[in-house]
């Protein structure tokens, strides 16, 4: 019986060793300190289930994770948005950082999966409540600090977060109409005006679509639910187009 219940551990001990390196596999990192990547991942409820081993939560990871992540897209914005004032700028890395954003994060990479819960956590749908999603995310990102380095890290973000920064994944947070006036009235290059070329769809379900120009030429256009919607997405795409135009 003793030793059927010693091959069962080295067996559990083996599949959970592989399905960390199908995870670094799958993300393309590949750990120095294995351990560590496991620790990550490792619920406090599966520590006090196995507390005859040396294992370790992850929630120190998570603590440092925390200030990894604010600081290395606090970075990333401070670079990108060089007109959005501090105000701006915090509200947006609050929405980028919060628990339902880190959630989607940690989803889309299937990090559920690879979590280690005790068995009550497990039955009750531990792997798919998001504080604790959330928290693995953070987790990962404080292994990958200490294991990897910063550059790695900002290098996992540019796969994972950054890219639904760019695509406008939390432009509802984003005041583009006040960098674009500000922009504008920096350089004196005239006057701003937006126009709505379309308004389409029932009532209920209305869908706008804004023009904005400069000295009356075309910037960029939007669409949204509203007006107000429409306009912000037609800033930025002024924006862009007049920063462009600048590192040319």
Same mark, same amino acid.
């Given at each position: 019986?003793?030793?059927?219940?010693?091959?069962?551990?080295?067996?559990?001990?083996?599949?959970?060793?592989?399905?960390?390196?199908?995870?670094?596999?799958?993300?393309?990192?590949?750990?120095?300190?294995?351990?560590?990547?496991?620790?990550?991942?490792?619920?406090?409820?599966?520590?006090?289930?196995?507390?005859?081993?040396?294992?370790?939560?992850?929630?120190?990871?998570?603590?440092?994770?925390?200030?990894?992540?604010?600081?290395?897209?606090?970075?990333? *914005?401070?670079? +990108?948005?060089?007109?959005?004032?501090? #105000?701006?700028?915090?509200?947006?890395?609050? !929405?980028? =950082?919060? /628990?339902?954003?880190?959630?989607?994060?940690?989803?889309?990479?299937?990090?559920?999966?690879?979590? *280690?819960?005790? +068995?009550?956590?497990?039955?009750?749908? #531990?792997?798919?409540?998001?504080?604790?999603? !959330?928290? =693995?995310? /953070?987790?990962?990102?404080?292994?990958?600090?200490?294991?990897?380095?910063?550059?790695?890290?900002?290098?996992?973000?540019?796969?994972?977060?950054?890219?639904?920064?760019?695509?406008?994944?939390?432009?509802?947070?984003?005041?583009?109409?006040?960098?674009?006036?500000?922009?504008?009235?920096?350089?004196?290059?005239?006057?701003?005006?937006?126009?709505?070329?379309?308004?389409?769809?029932?009532?209920?379900?209305?869908?706008?679509?804004?023009?904005?120009?400069?000295?009356?030429?075309?910037?960029?256009?939007?669409?949204?639910?509203?007006?107000?919607?429409?306009?912000?997405?037609?800033?930025?795409?002024?924006?862009?187009?007049?920063?462009?135009?600048?590192?040319?």
């Amino acid at each position: 019986m003793r030793k059927n219940a010693m091959d069962k551990e080295v067996s559990r001990k083996s599949a959970t060793d592989n399905q960390f390196k199908d995870l670094q596999n799958q993300l393309g990192i590949h750990f120095e300190n294995e351990k560590i990547v496991k620790q990550a991942f490792t619920h406090s409820s599966y520590v006090n289930e196995h507390r005859r081993k040396p294992y370790e939560d992850n929630e120190r990871l998570e603590f440092l994770g925390d200030a990894v992540l604010e600081l290395t897209v606090s970075q990333f *914005l401070f670079k +990108k948005y060089p007109m959005m004032s501090e #105000g701006e700028l915090t509200k947006l890395r609050a !929405a980028i =950082v919060c /628990e339902p954003s880190l959630v989607s994060f940690a989803e889309e990479i299937s990090f559920g999966k690879f979590i *280690l819960l005790g +068995k009550g956590e497990e039955l009750t749908g #531990g792997r798919e409540r998001p504080a604790l999603l !959330a928290d =693995v995310f /953070e987790a990962f990102i404080g292994a990958l600090f200490l294991d990897k380095g910063i550059e790695t890290v900002i290098g996992f973000l540019e796969k994972v977060v950054f890219p639904k920064i760019n695509a406008g994944a939390f432009s509802h947070v984003m005041d583009f109409k006040s960098q674009l006036q500000e922009f504008v009235q920096r350089d004196g290059a005239g006057v701003i005006e937006y126009r709505v070329l379309q308004e389409k769809g029932p009532a209920h379900n209305r869908e706008f679509v804004s023009l904005v120009c400069l000295n009356e030429e075309e910037l960029g256009t939007g669409i949204g639910r509203s007006k107000k919607e429409a306009e912000q997405h037609a800033a930025q795409m002024a924006l862009e187009k007049l920063k462009a135009r600048i590192d040319q």
